[in-house]
């Protein structure tokens, strides 16, 4: 199999992460692939922001588990978070994100990086305390976030478990 399709048919969402930090380097990699994702009309009207600092994220992943009252929410101690963002008006704006996402997950596995979809950004970027948090990132008010990529080393035994695909494939010839 070629080294592409086999990245892609390995990659797993991982959910138990080691404490050990991204490095630097293979950061901006998984950044830059996720500029070079394709977006309607080219418009990429998106951000990318990468947030590695621990008690940053503590306070992020405390504050998204206390607006939407969950417990046990901490980004799967994950060692650093992607948020991509988008212009709210962005016309095909959450389309262009996820295309962003799949590259940056398939940039991570193939540095031996573990990465995870979050969703819980979906409907609460515009709350006023997740919003006081993404201004101090940098992320402009006129930005919507839809999903977030959370990056670290797999722990032991992580990512093994395969979960079967049940779509239908056809080619019509
Ligand atoms: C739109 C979307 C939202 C997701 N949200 C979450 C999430 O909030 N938390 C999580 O652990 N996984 C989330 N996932 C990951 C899926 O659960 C996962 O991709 C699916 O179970 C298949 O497993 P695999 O990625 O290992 O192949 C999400 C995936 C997508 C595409």
Known sequence: ?????????????????????????????ILTAALWAPSGM???????TAVTNRGKLKTFYETIAKVLGRENYDFYNAAALVIPSNDRESRWGKEDN???????????????????WLNQLQEIS???EIRAILTEFGIPAQHVV?????LGYA???????????????KIVE
């Open 126 to 128: 515009d709350n006023g």
């Open 155 to 169: 722990a032991p035994g992580e990512g093994e478990k395969i979960p079967p695909r049940k779509g239908i494939l």
């Open 42 to 48: 080219n418009r990429q009207t998106w951000q990318f």
């Open 1 to 29: 199999m070629n080294p592409v399709m086999e990245n892609i048919l390995s990659r797993r969402s991982i959910r138990r992460f080691l404490d050990k930090p991204v490095e630097k380097e293979k950061l901006d990699e």
């Open 98 to 116: 996820a295309c962003a996402m799949e590259n940056i997950f398939l940039a991570a596995r193939s540095l031996g990086v573990g990465s995870v």
């Open 146 to 150: 839809y999903g977030m990529a959370a």
